[in-house]
């Protein structure tokens, strides 16, 4: 029997293509999808954004035309979006290609939207008192201080989350202060939990040595294909600098070299920094994980082989 005929078997299957930014998730992802009849669901949390597309990688018009791409450009940039979001509309989605006779082929590199969706999102009732206690903190005192009190409470939650990402820090001290537990430690009793869909997670990976150049060159071409630009678009269409997908690398990195902050050159000495810094970041996300089956991007067979193993088991 080839995967092709096994249609009941893949019924409650899907894909993951997991790894940092810049390793080649796109490319493989599509891949996949054109080989095994599939089609790609988003889960990186800045594609989702209409306008964003130079900074954010989005795959290019002619990739998305080779197959069917979901959960890329559905929000405007003021619209809020969490994982309690994109779970209901991945669950959707999956649901409608799942119906096609399709594989549902996730791509992306927020870890945090991927094990949402496999595991669910854990419940902490967080008192009302806490939390305006501590939004008052962060009028006060400002993100970095509570982000270092965050690395004193949890080390690890600390590494996975970005010093700028208001939500995510709020949001760990807020399960730390209201349970007395990490946030860390929460997140890895929960993934015990039944899983919601049967997964198989292709990590790609690369020397380090590579992948940071890689990134640099990246930086290099998005520049050449007008960052700066779309930022200026965005800025004039309205949108405040403050929104949180206008906080992401690159388009932080412009708005303050705009603003007269930086210098254009080390606007983009930051921004290929903190893309390294990020990759770091996902790289240590993902490599918590012991599911993901590791690949270098040239080990095509390879991976190929593991996926129509995955499809044909019952």
């Known amino acids: 029997m080839s995967w092709k005929d096994a249609s009941d078997a893949r019924s409650k299957k899907i894909l993951a293509v997991v790894g940092p930014t810049g390793v ?6 599509i891949e996949l999808a054109e080989r095994f009849g599939g089609e790609i669901v988003n889960f990186d949390s800045v594609q989702v ?13 002619e990739e998305r035309a ?7 450009d559905i929000l405007e940039p003021d619209e809020p979006f969490n994982a309690a979001a994109f779970v209901e509309r991945a669950d959707c989605v999956i649901a409608e ?10 791509v992306g590199g927020t870890g945090l939207y991927l094990r949402a969706l496999l595991h669910g999102l ?10 305006r206690t501590l939004r008052e903190r962060l009028k006060r005192e ?54 919601r869909y049967k997964a198989l997670k292709i990590g790609l990976h690369l020397p380090r040595d590579e992948l940071y150049r890689r990134l640099n060159e990246r930086v290099d071409r998005m520049l050449e294909a007008g960052l700066l630009e779309e930022v200026k678009a965005l800025l004039e269409r309205g949108f405040s ?54 690949f270098l991007p040239t080990e095509r067979e390879g991976i190929f082989a593991e996926v129509e193993r995955f499809l044909l088991e019952v």
């Open 24 to 29: 080649g998730k796109t490319a493989l992802g």
């Open 49 to 61: 954004y209409r306008y964003l597309d130079i900074g954010t990688a989005k795959p290019t018009p």
């Open 66 to 72: 080779r197959v069917p791409h979901h959960l890329i």
């Open 97 to 106: 290609i799942v119906a096609r006779g399709k594989v549902p082929i996730l």
């Open 122 to 131: 854990f419940p902490v009732e967080v008192p009302e008192e806490l939390r």
């Open 142 to 195: 400002g993100l970095s201080v509570l982000y270092q009190e965050l690395r004193r409470r949890d080390p690890e939650a600390a590494r996975r989350i970005h010093p700028h990402d208001r939500v995510r820090v709020l949001r760990a001290l807020e399960v730390c202060l209201a349970t007395g537990k990490t946030f860390s430690e929460m997140v890895r009793t929960h993934a015990f939990r039944e899983r």
């Open 241 to 294: 600098p403050e929104l949180k997908p206008l906080q992401s690398i690159g388009y932080r990195h412009m708005i303050a070299y705009l603003k007269g902050e930086v210098s254009l050159e080390e606007a983009v000495r930051l921004m290929k920094r903190d893309t390294r810094r990020y990759a770091k970041r996902q790289l240590t996300w993902f490599r918590a994980d012991p599911e993901v089956k590791w």
